[in-house]
């Protein structure tokens, strides 16, 4: 059995529908539930006795500790975070409370848990942390992509804590010997994605007839990686990664934000055209924002040489699967938005394999 933090948000539910698609390894899965975690994203796990589903705080030691000492997991994988940039800028407090405080929290829980552990099941316990190209800073037009040795250097205050999280993820191996793994990504796109973030907002407002921004000259590039693929190479570093290490992982897909709104704009119009002109007419460029970094790149060459792990997508197939499942599932994004998930919750808690 496995515990995931945070699988009820974006990243964290396609890694609980990819791991039951691929393992019959139960799992727990603990979500604070606060606007971004959806439990309609893991609709189709009702009923399925593999998965338990708890609502709960990471901050809430105690209740983390229960669920270690009553289910045992073998694993701890930790999702749980604030990652919008824009809400750290406005609203920083909750970045720290728990991308900072809830690691910290969390690592406590799985220290204590693990010292307790027989010696086999000592060894083979793992603590991985899900983190983000973004604690690396920004990089120039020239340089060469973030390697797991680039110095860190976060811009915003949602970088500055997970930068701080994984400090501790690192201190706590080298301090105490807990098993740990990190991983740092790159932004991620795909199903089940909350529609503020550049990918899925553009499909929604292009769809509603709405302006699509685009902050600045829309220059900003970016790595993309599908988050099927993401999930993938998650559980191979858990299955195979060397304890203390950390793994980047990229899908050598840089794109600039403009190209991306293009791209989408060109899909539409292809699979769902308008009745004059081209969704691009609907492209609005709004000032930048604070802090803005010009560009991330990842060097996922120590994940492929080390783990034989690689994307399986390309930018064009992974967007194109990414549009077609947002044309497929008005009522998902709907219910995001006017914000009925919330009551989904509070009809269908009760009714999901889960715990109070």
């Not at 720290?96 to 060894?123: D, V």
């Amino acid at each position: 059995m496995i515990l995931v933090t945070g699988g009820a948000g974006f990243i964290g539910a396609n890694f609980v529908l990819d791991w039951l698609a691929h393992s019959d390894e139960p799992v727990i899965n603990v979500d604070k539930l606060t606007y971004a975690g959806n439990l309609s994203n893991l609709k189709s796990l009702t009923n399925d006795s593999r998965h338990i589903f708890v609502k709960a705080d990471i901050n809430d030691g105690s209740k983390i500790t229960e669920l270690l000492n009553t289910h045992h997991p073998r694993a701890i994988l930790h999702f749980a975070a604030e990652s919008h940039v824009d809400r750290s800028l406005h609203g920083p407090a909750e970045f720290i409370k728990t991308n900072i405080n809830g690691t910290f929290s969390l690592l406590e829980a799985a220290r204590t848990y693990w010292q307790g552990l027989e010696p086999n099941q000592k060894t083979a316990f793992r603590f991985l942390h899900v983190s983000t190209d973004e604690v690396f800073g920004s990089l120039a037009q020239d340089d060469p992509p973030f390697t797991e040795e680039t110095a860190y250097a976060p811009n915003s205050p949602y970088s500055a804590s997970k930068a701080a999280a994984d400090h501790l993820v690192r201190a706590y191996f080298h301090s105490y010997g807990l098993p740990v793994l990190t991983t740092n990504c790159s932004n991620n796109y795909g199903p089940l994605h909350f529609p503020e973030k550049l990918i899925p907002l553009i499909i929604t407002n292009a769809r509603k007839g709405k302006d699509l921004p685009i902050y600045g000259n829309g220059q900003q590039i970016r790595d993309w990686l599908y988050v099927g693929d993401h999930c993938s190479a998650i559980r191979q570093v858990l299955a195979n990664g060397q304890r203390g290490q950390t793994y980047n992982i990229g899908g050598w897909n840089e794109q600039t934000n403009l190209s991306v709104v293009h791209k989408i704009c060109d899909l539409l119009d292809q699979y769902e055209p308008k009745k004059s002109g081209s969704y691009r007419d609907q492209i609005k460029h709004v000032p930048d924002r604070p802090g803005h970094d010009q560009r991330y790149a990842i060097d996922a060459r120590k994940i492929a040489t080390e783990l034989g792990w690689k994307p399986a997508e390309t930018f064009e197939s992974g967007l194109t699967k990414t549009v077609q499942w947002y044309l497929k599932n008005d009522e998902w994004t709907e219910r995001v938005l006017s914000g009925d998930y919330q009551k989904w919750i509070d009809l269908q808690y009760k009714q999901t394999n889960s715990e109070e």
